[in-house]
T-cell receptor
Framework: SQQGEEDPQALSIQEGENATMNCSYKTSINNLQWYRQNSGRGLVHLILIRSNEREKHSGRLRVTLDTSKKSSSLLITASRAADTASYFCATDGETSGSRLTFGEGTQLTVNP | KAGVTQTPRYLIKTRGQQVTLSCSPISGHRSVSWYQQTPGQGLQFLFEYFSETQRNKGNFPGRFSGRQFSNSRSEMNVSTLELGDSALYLC????????????FGEGSRLTVL
């Protein structure tokens, strides 16, 4: 079963706007990661946040983690058409063993 | 440094056949994991190999198998193909831990007719 669940499933915005995607998970984690996938391609790692961190930045990306609510959010600021992709959260739930469990993803479309 | 290489990129098989997919990890990476991605099920973990040993296995039938060679290259095999095996098969490598940052290949798109 999917540990992470992204929300919304699809998001369409205009260039320059901010995009926010959310991820909820069920069990305790050591870390949470976000990945990006262009259509039909492999996944690209964006950012990793550890369970003892609350916020992390990387360029135009901002990730927050709320372990009490078992949720994370990915904010992409000043979006570009090239940001159009699917975004997945991945968790290493303490009960899922040595593996990453991916959510079902948010399809982001940035319109020029 | 070269990325993760998967071959073949696309292939078409018929039901009952078998297929072997190959993955060459980033040089120095010892962990290789495999995922199946379908529109209905999303990304599902198949198995992970580390230093030629299967370290973890997902919930897939025995028709799905894999191995890792001494140079860390990995192969996965699917026997007696079913229509439902049509998917994008993704390989990912990491330095040591399979729960750290994963580096993915472009995938092998399998279509079963």
């Amino acid at each position: 079963s999917q540990q992470g669940e992204e929300d919304p499933q699809a998001l369409s915005i205009q260039e320059g706007e901010n995009a926010t995607m959310n991820c909820s998970y069920k069990t305790s984690i050591n870390n949470l990661q976000w990945y990006r996938q262009n259509s039909g391609r492999g996944l690209v790692h964006l950012i990793l946040i550890r369970s003892n961190e609350r916020e992390k930045h990387s360029g135009r990306l901002r990730v927050t983690l709320d372990t009490s609510k078992k949720s994370s959010s990915l904010l992409i600021t000043a979006s570009r058409a090239a940001d159009t992709a699917s975004y997945f959260c991945a968790t290493d739930g303490e009960t899922s063993g040595s593996r990453l469990t991916f959510g079902e993803g948010t399809q982001l479309t940035v319109n020029p | 440094k070269a990325g993760v290489t998967q071959t073949p990129r696309y292939l078409i098989k018929t039901r009952g056949q078998q297929v072997t997919l190959s993955c060459s990890p980033i040089s120095g990476h010892r962990s290789v994991s495999w995922y199946q991605q379908t529109p209905g099920q999303g990304l599902q973990f198949l198995f992970e190999y580390f230093s030629e040993t299967q370290r973890n296995k997902g919930n897939f039938p025995g028709r799905f198998s894999g191995r890792q060679f001494s140079n860390s290259r990995s192969e996965m095999n699917v026997s007696t193909l079913e229509l439902g095996d049509s998917a994008l098969y993704l390989c990912a490598s990491s330095l040591v831990s399979v729960t750290g940052e994963l580096f993915f290949g472009e995938g092998s798109r399998l279509t079963v007719l």
